[in-house]
């Protein structure tokens, strides 16, 4: 559709000598050169097909270019899963020390399950190490990783709060629904970060709250489960904001190459305006 495109139709396409070749790439490879730049180049050195060859090459540039944001942003999607995932391992183990897990109680129980938490985060890790896909394929993943690690971790607290001796309180005092000034006073203990469980149970204690310590407990694992929330929501949203940006960085360039391809609405009737309206019109 090309009008300068049609010497192909007048010369055949021969192929390249490798000094040829290396003229070509040499200037199509710089994206600062624009594809006149590369076709004037090319057509001082005489080589046949010059306009034609030289649009091929800058084509060609512009598709490795996607193809390497594209693994690029691969690399950066794995490197953040496994950062969320570090990031749980870490948190699992200390809230098992805060629950005063260790392996003489409760007839190594809380042994095996240590022993199964830590297979569970060696196949998430393989898991992680073995995709090799694109986006969506990460997205998926991801989603199956975080279903998995939140159902794991809500089960390992139910599990494990009956076996922390502190915890026998409950079976002695009936836990009382708390008023609104009580939850306060907890969830203001809870709600910061720097906070360790310890700091919340005192607070709690000097307070003289009902049950103190299983609610201060139970106020900071829920804290946890909502950053992993909060966390996983940010993920998203980055991911998201990636991906349009990716996708507008890839619009301009499909129509800096069109323009520069000669495409216009009066070319060979309506076709190239049909063309430009196909798949990017949404």
């Known amino acids: 559709m090309v009008p ?14 490798n000094e040829e070749d290396a003229i070509i790439m040499e200037h199509a490879a710089n994206k600062e050169s624009s594809i006149d730049v590369v076709v004037k180049a090319s057509e001082e050195k005489k080589l046949p097909n010059a306009e034609s ?9 512009f598709l490795r270019s996607k193809e390497k944001l594209k693994k690029q942003s691969d ?7 496994k950062a969320e995932l570090d990031s749980l391992k870490i948190s699992l183990e200390e809230e098992t020390m805060k629950l005063g897990i260790a392996e003489n109680i409760n007839r190594q129980q809380p042994n095996k399950l240590k022993k199964e938490m830590e297979i569970e985060v060696a196949r998430l890790y393989d898991d992680l190490n073995c995709v090799e896909a694109p986006y969506d394929e990460f997205r998926k993943r991801l989603e199956v990783l975080s279903v998995r690690n939140y159902a794991y971790l809500m089960k390992m607290i139910l599990f494990l709060i009956p076996m ?5 309180l409950c079976k002695k005092y009936k836990v009382t629904k708390w008023t609104n000034e009580e939850d306060a006073i907890i969830m203001e203990h809870a709600a910061n970060k720097e906070s360790s469980i310890d700091v919340v149970v005192k607070a709690s204690e000097e307070k003289k709250l009902p049950n103190a310590e299983l609610r201060t407990r139970s106020a900071v694992s829920k804290r946890f489960l909502r950053s ?7 993920i998203d949203i980055e991911l998201k904001e990636k991906l349009k940006i990716e996708l507008d960085s890839l619009k301009i360039l499909l129509k800096d190459e069109t323009m520069k391809l000669g495409i216009a609405e009066n070319i060979n009737g309506q076709q190239p305006n ?5 798949p990017y019109q949404n």
């Open 4 to 17: 300068n495109h049609l010497l192909c139709k007048k010369y055949k396409v021969t192929k390249w000598t």
């Open 53 to 61: 060859r030289a649009r091929s090459a800058v084509s060609k540039r």
């Open 75 to 81: 690399i950066e999607l794995k490197e953040k899963l």
């Open 164 to 168: 922390v001796p502190n915890h026998l």
């Open 228 to 234: 992993k929330e909060k966390l996983k929501k940010q």
């Open 274 to 278: 049909k063309l430009e309206k196909g």
